[in-house]
């Protein structure tokens, strides 16, 4: 619960001075994660699915949200051939599922990608299959977001933090 | 940016007349992974604003129950030794707004609630808190967040056996802060901008407290106590009815 709630204040505060301020400038924002992290990571960790989604109800709604989708499998196997360390809690040490990193890992990152597959339909995430080269994703990247940059209403109205 | 509800009355609080929930049992969702069903344990709330003297209360309530022979576990706001000092330190700076002060709160809170309370309970502790999620609720609802979104988010939280408002009217709270220890900056809402004065801004926004509390009290069965009375008279009050509840 602390892991989560942790999050959601951080997230709370970038959203509030580093995300609504440029889009009320009408600037684009890419964010590196959202809210959809903490759908499946802290759901992973056993918190409840609904409470978590409540939490997030005050973030804004992204235009465009794109999930990278990778197998469990190949997603070890970059992080082991660059000889990363895996961090704790990324490989989800702290729930004792297995004393050895890399195990630990696999069994955690697993159940965090069933939930990503759960919230693709659920959120229309718009998924790019990342098993392929840099060039290639950042193709098809470019042509979703393409389609969105110029389709794009910029006088929309902005929710404010008390859209919750 | 949440999803539809399963069914509408399965999110948040039971707002009015929650007749559902059980003491000692989740409000909302609860934590999925500590089931606390049939803990021995009792949970006894000691709300009331800044100043209405709570912390004596359960001082002396506590060496009673303890004469008494139950085992005693204190917890207050912002006790957790994994927020206090960054909520210290967000309060001194100005970069909180009412959104991450919110979670800041739930965040200590609910450290308190998983290494404090929950343990407590389990083992057949009387459970004595300086302070619940009334607090929060009051605090924020007076500052303008979503109030069934506050309800939601306190979801994890325990319904204690039971909650004692400490009652006071703004006049004799005023009386009583400044013979103690004077008007601070955030008991006086001076975020809220109500102007320079203190004093007006401590009144104006420990009475919107106060109605806050107010109207919380059916909603969460609050035991009203008149805490414009001595702290003998209070305390024969406070014991006379955990007694009540603890040996029937």
């Not at chain 1, 499946?40 to 005050?58: H, I, M």
């Not at chain 2, 206090?84 to 707004?97: F, G, H, R, V, Y």
Request: charged share 25%.
């Amino acid at each position: 619960m602390t892991f989560s709630l942790l999050h959601a204040t951080d997230f709370a505060d970038r959203l509030l001075y580093k995300i609504i301020p440029p889009l009320k400038a009408g600037m684009i924002v890419l964010a590196d994660r959202y809210a959809y992290t903490a759908f499946t990571r802290d759901v992973t960790r056993g918190v409840d699915r609904q409470w978590v989604r409540e939490l997030y109800s005050f973030a804004v709604k992204p235009d465009l949200a794109l999930y990278f989708r990778v197998p469990i499998d190949v997603s070890v196997d970059r992080l082991l051939a660059r000889r990363v360390k895996l961090k704790f809690y990324e490989a989800g040490m702290d729930l004792g599922w297995s004393s050895n990193p890399v195990e630990s890992f696999r069994l955690f990152q697993g159940k965090v990608l069933e939930e990503y597959d759960r919230i693709v339909g659920e959120y229309e995430l718009g998924v790019v299959d990342a098993t392929g080269s840099i060039t290639q994703q950042q193709r098809v990247v470019r042509d979703l977001v393409a389609r969105h940059v110029e389709s794009a209403d910029t006088t929309r109205e902005i929710p404010s933090e008390q859209s919750a | 940016m949440s999803s539809q509800p399963e069914s509408p009355h399965d999110h948040g609080l039971v707002e009015g007349a929650n007749g559902g929930i059980q003491p000692g049992g989740y409000y909302g969702r609860g934590i999925p992974y500590l089931p606390i069903n049939g803990y021995p344990g009792k949970l006894i709330a000691i709300e009331g604003t800044d100043g209405v003297g709570r912390s004596t209360q359960i001082q002396l309530l506590r060496e009673w129950l303890e004469v008494k022979g139950y085992g005693v576990v204190e917890t207050g706001w912002t006790r957790s030794p994994l927020m206090q000092p960054t909520i210290e330190l967000a309060k001194s700076s100005n970069t909180l707004n009412k959104l991450t002060f919110v979670l800041l709160y739930a965040t200590d809170f609910a450290d308190r609630l998983e290494k404090e309370i929950i343990p407590a309970l389990k083992a057949g502790f009387v459970v004595l808190t300086d302070r619940y999620i009334f607090t929060a609720l009051a605090r924020a609802g007076v500052r303008g967040v979503d109030r069934p979104w506050l309800r939601t988010l306190y979801g994890f939280a325990i319904a204690p056996h039971l909650v004692f408002y400490l009652k006071i009217d703004v006049e004799t709270l005023i009386g009583r802060v400044l013979e103690s220890r004077g008007m601070d900056f955030w008991e006086s809402g001076m975020d809220l901008k109500h102007g320079d004065d203190i004093y007006d801004s401590f009144r104006a926004y420990q009475n919107k407290l106060l109605r806050e509390y107010s109207s919380m009290a059916d909603e969460f069965h609050f035991r009203v106590v008149d805490a414009r009375r001595s702290v003998v008279h209070i305390q024969d009050e406070l014991r006379r009815q955990v007694g009540a509840f603890l040996e029937p």
